[in-house]
């Protein structure tokens, strides 16, 4: 199925923003870091709302780039957790864009981010089952 026409995920987005001039390389384009950070944050607060407390990120799988993204583009970003173990979480993450000016949005990016439960001291600990 093309990505243009692949469906927009269901529900609200995790993270909604505006690309700006500072986040993009001297040709307009952006950061594909930038993009990854905006996928971390967004993956980063459906762990941390699963888990009831800090979670961290400890790998990012598949990452994959369909489109650009440009300067004023609007970049929403889609997190679905899809597996838990005893400290860890998969999140399936999707990056949208769409024009400043249009309603025609396409996927740009995807990947999975893998997150670990933490306690004070920074040491894995269990997802508590019960609180979810």
């Known amino acids: 199925m093309s990505d243009l026409i692949d469906p927009v995920p269901a529900g609200e987005p995790a993270i909604r923003v ?64 899809v597996a838990t173990g005893r400290t860890s979480m998969t999140i399936d993450v999707q990056a949208w864009r769409r024009g400043r000016h249009v309603e025609e949005r396409c996927r740009v990016t995807q990947a999975r981010f893998v997150f670990v439960a933490i306690d004070e001291a920074r040491r894995p600990r269990a997802i508590d089952a019960s609180a979810i």
């Open 18 to 81: 505006t690309t700006m001039p500072a986040d993009a390389n001297p040709y307009g384009d952006i950061f594909g870091g930038w993009l990854m950070s905006q996928m971390d944050m967004a993956a980063g607060l459906v762990a941390s709302r699963h888990a009831r407390g800090r979670a961290v990120t400890i790998a990012v799988e598949g990452m994959k780039f369909h489109a650009p993204v440009a300067v004023g583009d609007e970049v929403s970003v889609y997190a679905d957790l």
